[in-house]
Nanobody, 126 residues
């Protein structure tokens, strides 16, 4: 089992920045692909960004390319999502997810991930 805990969400004005963290306990992030997803009530959970193991490959959803950066510190079992130039449409609950045993490109589909955090709210005011 991998337990994931997100932190770093909050309220920020448009144009501002936040850094989300996702800390793993239990079994580590070793060989795990890690993804960030976001959810707005009434909509599906959308892919935001993902990192392969050990972090050489990253992927981003088109709406966040150039603004968000996913990174990971495998020694600390922590994954980050740096979010810059935030927009009101970035408002959502952000979740991190992990799937162990992935050596290639990280999945961009939520159903492919085995472990999920509880989510952290990000609210961007206009």
């Amino acid at each position: 089992q991998v337990q994931l805990v997100e932190s770093g969400g909050g309220l920020v004005q448009a144009g501002g920045s936040l850094r989300l963290s996702c800390a793993a306990s239990g079994r580590t992030f070793s060989t795990a692909a890690v993804g960030w997803f976001r959810h707005v009530p009434g909509k599906e959970r959308d892919f935001v960004a993902a990192s392969s193991w050990p972090g050489f490959s990253t992927q981003y959803a088109d709406p966040v390319k150039g603004r968000f950066t996913i990174s990971r510190d495998n020694a600390k079992n922590t994954v980050y999502l740096q979010m810059n130039s935030l927009k009101p449409e970035d408002t959502a609950v952000y979740y991190c997810a992990a799937k162990r045993g992935v050596w290639g490109v990280a999945p961009e589909v939520a159903s492919k991930y085995d472990y999920w955090g509880q989510g952290t709210q990000v609210t961007v005011s206009s």
